[in-house]
């Protein structure tokens, strides 16, 4: 029974999913934005340790980008509209870092060690 609505609802979730997608794409273009920006490593041990290891440029490029955002945000406007065409939100720099961390999270706790890098969030 519970194959077959997921079968009959299937359509519906993945119209649902889609329209979803495009609006939290039109709303970071507005910004400027990529998704991974949106991940905080004040919040999460593992998003702060990818962070760490991706190259400086690419880190200094989302700073740049979460600055700009703030600006844009502050002032109320929003990114000209010829620039927003340009924004790729969906443009991943961050997850394949973020996966390989989780991975040896994994793993670790597997084998019953501690990461080098964890600690308590204050």
Known sequence: MAKALEKAFEPIWNWASRRYQAAVAK??????????????????????????????????LRNQRLKRAMDYSGKHVYMPKALQAKQTPYLSYL??????????????????????YNRAIP
């Open 27 to 60: 709303e970071l273009k507005k910004y400027g934005l990529r998704y991974d920006d949106l991940l905080d490593d004040m919040y999460d041990l593992d998003i702060k340790e990818a962070l760490a290891r991706l190259p400086q440029q690419e880190v200094d």
């Open 95 to 116: 997850q394949d870092t973020l996966q390989l961390v989780k991975e040896e999270r994994k793993e670790h706790a597997e084998l019953g060690s501690d990461m080098p």
